[in-house]
Structure formats: structure tokens, C-alpha cells
């Protein structure tokens, strides 16, 4: 099982990008989705979450807003910005880049 602490360096800025693409999203709501679509594989705590997430919105590439959630309790709720979407395409070209490269050497014949 992968941890926060076995990603590889700014993978989890990708990741929060990513889904924040697909939708705007509370904190407590990110960490579950991102746990429901890796499929129980990866977890982020909350001290890794909301600092990569303040560092996001610190660089421009998300905003924030309060609104009330479906239990409608008041919660600050993330979503992608423009210059998001294009650092988004160019983090996962990048990553797109470096699984191949793994996945080439992983994949050498042994002696």
C-alpha cells in the first residue's frame, strides 16, 4: 500500500490538480475521493493535504470559496483556476514522461 510518504516528489500537487479538475471539492471531500478512485490505495492526512493545498492556491493554480456542503455545514471548497489547468497539463506531460521511463527499466529482462 503506497503512502503519502512514497510518492514521488510533487506527485501530490498533480493528484489535488487533477481532481480539482473534475470538480470543486471541500478537504475532507478531496481525501476521500482521492482514497475511492486509487481504489483504497493511496491516503493523504490532513498535515500533507491543507499545506500542498494553501501552496496551490498560494501559486494561482486554485481558488477557494466558503459554501455549505450536502450536510450543509460551512466548508472552504477548492477548484481549478486557469493557469491550474495549464500547470495540470503540464505536470501530468511530465509525469506521463517519467512512468514511461520507469516503466522501461522495470521492464528489462534479467540475466
Do not use: C
Not at 503512502?3 to 506527485?11: H, W
Not at 491516503?43 to 477557494?64: C, R, T
Not at 471548497?77 to 503540464?90: C, D, E, N
Amino acid at each position: 500500500m503506497s503512502k503519502p510518504s512514497d510518492l514521488v516528489q510533487g506527485t501530490l500537487d498533480l493528484l489535488l490538480l487533477k481532481l480539482l479538475a473534475l470538480e470543486p471539492l471541500h478537504g475532507w471531500a478531496i481525501g476521500i475521493r482521492l482514497k475511492q478512485v486509487s481504489g483504497d490505495v493511496l491516503q493523504v492526512s490532513d498535515g500533507s493535504l491543507y499545506p500542498a493545498l494553501h501552496k496551490l492556491e498560494q501559486q494561482g493554480w486554485i481558488k477557494s470559496e466558503w459554501r455549505n456542503t450536502e450536510n450543509n455545514r460551512r466548508a472552504k471548497f477548492y477548484s481549478l483556476t486557469r493557469p491550474g489547468r495549464a500547470q495540470l497539463a503540464k505536470e501530468t506531460a511530465s509525469w506521463n514522461r517519467l512512468a514511461g521511463a520507469i516503466s522501461g527499466v522495470v521492464r528489462l529482462n534479467e540475466a
